[in-house]
T-cell receptor, first 115, second 113 residues
């Protein structure tokens, strides 16, 4: 099992450009999450999904959109990138069975720089 | 709302020293508690967890006990190694809305030989 994978690993954008980050998981998990990690601020939840075709806003959703057309994939889009979106982005997944006892499984991260 | 507070770092220790990283939480109901570790350039990995009061989670020499009376889940290790240098995150899974995870801000540990 590959677990949670993220594409790309690194990206540099210019202000105003758009891009999509792809997260894929092969564990058949229902829940998927996108976080950003900034120095001194821990992890902040951007958007999450509780199942195929559903998405919800997290703590810092502005400037991002997401889609979950297939259960195994969760896409994060930046329509018009801004320097404030320079960050490391992590995707995570979690199974439904077992409820709150289950941990989240994390991908390796995408380092995004917006110039 | 639910939240997690952990001690600020960085924490610098010599090899074989005793480690404690404090974590306290605020939550309604009976959340599950987790410690994650992040090595440089990598994603977060689960280190240990506890799902009910008085449970002790343990892994790789690390331990943490779920203390409901003090709303704490402090991470301890008796003898740290250089390879333990990483950022450690305390987290909780909300009891009433287990879609949600709440992370502390992370504590960086530096272990010197």
């Amino acid at each position: 099992n590959a677990g949670v994978t993220q594409t790309p690993k690194f990206r540099v954008l210019k202000t105003g450009q758009s891009m999509t980050l792809l997260c894929a998981q092969d564990m058949n998990h229902e829940y998927m999450y996108w976080y950003r990690q900034d120095p001194g601020m821990g992890l902040r939840l951007i958007h999450y999904s509780v199942g195929e075709g559903t998405t919800a806003k997290g703590e810092v959703p502005d400037g991002y959109n997401v889609s979950r057309l297939k259960k195994q994939n969760f896409l994060l889009g930046l329509e018009s990138a801004a320097p404030s979106q320079t960050s490391v982005y992590f995707c995570a997944s979690r199974p439904l069975a077992g409820g709150g006892d289950n941990e989240q499984f994390f991908g390796p991260g995408t380092r995004l720089t917006v110039l | 709302g639910d939240s997690v507070t952990q001690m600020e770092g960085p924490v610098t220790l010599s090899e074989e020293a005793f480690l404690t990283i404090n974590c306290t939480y605020t939550a309604t109901g009976y959340p599950s508690l987790f410690w994650y570790v992040q090595y440089p350039g990598e994603g977060l990995q689960l280190l240990l967890k506890a799902t009910k009061a008085d449970d002790k989670g343990s892994n790789k020499g690390f331990e943490a006990t779920y203390r409901k009376e003090t709303t704490s889940f402090h991470l301890e290790k008796g003898s740290v190694q250089v390879s333990d240098s990483a950022v450690y995150f305390c987290a909780l899974s909300s009891f009433y809305n287990f879609n949600k995870f709440y992370f502390g801000s992370g504590t960086k540990l530096n272990v010197k030989p």
